[in-house]
């Protein structure tokens, strides 16, 4: 049975790749569907049994693109689609098989964008050729599992940045071929590789060429900025190399006459030296620990220092799309990014002398800290809110309660009252660089910060009010009477809340991570596009506490668990779980069912590349009214974002463009991104067909 599965999925993968080729008429044998590529001898297949083990189709000037299910051809263990036009600079697709790929040639193309993570996963590829493309940006970490890759050919792209480490891991490599990039920084990285051939010309690369790579017969350097003086000296207290002068009559090494030191004077120093550093060493252990003793003192007394200094840079404001009426799928671009700094250190880290630490005043921290938001009265909130009356409770989350709050002016806002437990402010300095740093977010599907509040020792955000409510309460809330949301909404929250990630991991700097990505932190307006609110607040805690502190029961990435550590790989496993939630209708965690069903992804998983099951898990409340392909598409997405090893997840760029590619296969009409609920939800699929 699994071999009959395995042989369905690699026609209906190559019936795609036949489509996604502009079912080109120079294939011959090809179809769009069905058919026998092994038993029926289709142009550049060979097969071994009934698995299609080879893809040559180099130089037939094919078009178009790869295949999004390319994974589904298990056997696959070469794939040559060089010297065509294929890309049309799109990204490569992400989904390429991985099991048995050995070599992998997509040379002489027009991908653009960045290479694709899914390389990371091909333990057994041996030769990669991406020649002459226009890929471009920094390369990603991909190459650390790749043990076996002999041959690798970047050559001729608009590649940037430095090597990644990755690079000394390619114990196999014999050839390398970089020249023609726009690659910087140094070439240390590859010192030590077993190369033979080495071609890195015409690049910015500087520094020095390691000694090791001037032994390698085909070497090309030519066209960098190469340091012409001495190389470095070694570092401090590394003794030089000895000199090579031979053995003098008697036998013995020569030292150089009266201006050589002799062996045992040497080792005399060297004792001498660590007597000194011991003596040394043990003083300065006594004084630090008086000096611990005083700083945790101090520090009990001092205000705790949020997650960014105070310089945080400026950056242009992006004003919120207030009629956001299509999604715009030709555009990847994101807004500018906001520079946010890392914590600074607070006063009691700093080293001190004992006389100046007992006789020097501190000096407190200056709030200077740029903000752009309003300040709202705690009386004007109150007035709003109708003294926070539970009547205007709207929800309630990890950081506190929310309230719906009327102006007088008639504007509808969301009040934000922060929960002293869980983020515990020392000062209105902490607080204010907190609103200093979330104020700087600015993207269409995050929920922004209008104004705040810091009277009388309340910390309240204001935010804008979305009158359809979260994500969440839509789809496991709502009663017999509300509308269901229809398929081509559910893909179009799920691509804006990828892009809203997409902007707090690749485009802010540093990268944010989000922590508590959930359904319920997910706001729609009155056209279901998606606003995601907290972002930013997370970072203020601690992992541990924060942990401590949330409650999203089936969002949580396993090693967040086993770790307690939190990084952009748990979000984009976080963000897996709400497209599960969107496909199926599902809580991630439910106690009601039965228990084998209890935890939605241990449930959907092994279900999610089963077409029959897969049709079984969807949403009832859609009543068959959605397309099957881009089910299907959508289900292979978030399969690898629930990955449980957080290494094979794709970045959420990755995500973004494989939705919108999703959204352009299915030929999606700007009257269906415009959201227009008026329509019948069967009119709205036609669109998809």
């Given at each position: 049975m699994a071999l009959i599965l395995a042989r369905l999925y690699a026609v209906a993968a190559l019936n795609t790749l036949f489509t996604s080729l502009n079912s080109p008429g120079q294939l011959k044998g090809w179809q769009a569907n069905g058919g026998d590529p092994c038993g029926e001898s289709w142009q550049g297949i060979t097969c071994s049994g009934a698995g299609v083990t080879a893809i040559k189709l180099s130089?037939?000037?094919?078009?178009?693109?790869?295949?999004?299910?390319?994974?589904?051809?298990?056997?696959?263990?070469?794939l040559d689609m060089s010297q065509n036009s294929l890309g049309g600079g799109n990204q490569i697709e992400y989904n390429l098989p991985t099991i048995k790929l050995e070599r992998l040639n997509l040379a002489g193309n027009q991908f653009g964008g960045n290479i694709p993570y899914s390389i990371f996963s091909m333990s057994n590829l041996k030769y990669l050729n991406l020649n002459h493309n226009q890929l471009q940006g920094n390369m990603t970490d991909v190459f650390s599992n790749l043990y076996s890759l002999s041959t690798l050919d970047l050559s001729f792209n608009s590649l940037t940045g430095d090597l990644p480490q990755s690079f000394t891991g390619l114990s196999s490599l014999k050839q390398l071929y970089l020249q023609n990039n726009q690659f910087t920084g140094y070439i240390n990285v590859l010192a030590n590789l077993p190369l033979n051939d080495l071609n890195?010309?015409?690049?910015?690369?500087?520094?020095?060429?390691?000694?090791?790579?001037?032994?390698?017969?085909?070497?090309?350097?030519?066209?960098?900025?190469?340091?012409?003086?001495?190389?470095?000296?070694?570092?401090?207290y590394t003794a030089p190399p000895p000199p090579n002068r031979g053995p003098d009559q008697n036998g013995s090494s020569n030292s150089g006459g009266k201006s050589g030191i002799?062996?045992?004077?040497i080792a005399g120093i060297i004792i001498s030296l660590?007597?000194?550093?011991?003596?040394?060493?043990?003083?300065?252990?006594?004084?630090?620990?008086?000096?611990?003793?005083?700083?945790?003192?101090?520090?009990?007394?001092q205000p705790f220092t949020s997650f960014a200094s105070n310089e945080v840079k400026d950056v242009p404001y992006m004003k919120p799309i207030e009629e956001p009426t299509t999604i715009d799928i030709e555009s990847l671009a994101s807004p500018a990014s906001v520079s946010l700094k890392p914590p600074s250190?607070?006063?009691?880290?700093?080293?001190?002398?004992?006389?100046?630490?007992?006789?020097?005043?501190v000096a407190k921290k200056s709030n200077t800290i740029p903000i752009k938001a309003t300040v709202y009265s705690v009386a004007d909130?109150?007035?709003a809110t109708d003294s926070f009356n539970f009547d205007n409770l709207v929800g309630e989350g990890t950081f506190g309660r929310v309230y719906r709050a009327q102006f007088n002016d008639g504007k509808v806002l969301a009040i934000k009252k922060l929960d002293s437990t869980v983020m515990p402010f020392q000062s209105s300095d902490d607080f204010a660089e907190l609103i200093s740093n979330i104020s700087k977010l600015h993207h269409p599907n995050l929920n922004e910060l209008v104004g705040y509040c810091m009277e009388h020792g309340q910390h309240l955000l204001v935010y804008d009010f979305h009158r359809n409510g979260s994500l969440h309460d839509l789809l496991h809330l709502s009663d017999e009477y509300s509308k269901p949301l229809s398929w081509?909404?559910?893909?179009?929250?799920?691509?804006?809340?990828a892009r809203a990630l997409e902007y707090l991991h690749e485009i802010c700097s540093p990268s944010i991570v989000h922590k508590n990505f959930k359904s319920s932190n997910i706001l729609l307006d009155s056209e279901f596009n998606p606003h995601l609110s907290d972002a930013g607040l997370a970072s203020f805690i601690p992992d541990a506490e924060f942990q401590a502190a949330e409650q999203?029961?089936?969002?949580?990435?396993?090693?967040?668990?086993?770790?307690?550590?939190?990084?952009?790989?748990?979000?984009?496993?976080?963000?897996?779980?709400?497209?599960?939630?969107?496909?199926?209708?599902?809580?991630?965690?439910?106690?009601?069912?039965?228990r084998s069903e209890q935890s939605l992804v241990r449930w959907a998983t092994p279900q999610l590349h089963d077409i029959d099951a897969l049709d079984r898990m969807v949403d009832p409340a859609l009543k068959g009214l959605y397309p099957a392909k881009s089910l299907s598409r959508f289900a292979d997405v978030l399969a690898l974002c629930v990955q449980p090893e957080p290494e094979f997840r794709p970045p959420m760029s990755e995500v973004v463009q494989a939705l919108v590619r999703l959204v352009q296969r299915a030929n999606m009409t700007k009257r269906m991104l415009d959201g227009d609920t008026s329509r019948r939800a069967d009119d709205q699929d036609q669109d998809f067909i």
């Open positions: 130089n037939l000037g094919l078009s178009g693109n790869l295949a999004y299910n390319m994974n589904n051809l298990g056997s696959l263990v070469e890195v010309a015409n690049n910015r690369f500087t520094g020095w060429i390691p000694s090791q790579l001037k032994k390698i017969n085909s070497l090309q350097t030519d066209g960098n900025s190469w340091s012409t003086g001495p190389a470095p000296p070694p570092p401090p002799s062996g045992g004077a660590l007597v000194v550093g011991a003596v040394v060493a043990f003083f300065m252990i006594k004084r630090r620990k008086r000096k611990s003793a005083r700083a945790a003192h101090f520090e009990q007394h250190k607070i006063a009691s880290h700093k080293s001190f002398d004992d006389d100046d630490f007992l006789n020097k005043p909130l109150q007035m081509n909404s559910r893909v179009k929250i799920a691509l804006g809340s999203s029961a089936g969002y949580t990435a396993p090693e967040v668990d086993m770790t307690g550590q939190y990084t952009l790989k748990s979000d984009v496993y976080s963000f897996g779980v709400v497209m599960l939630e969107l496909l199926t209708g599902r809580r991630p965690f439910d106690s009601s069912r039965p």
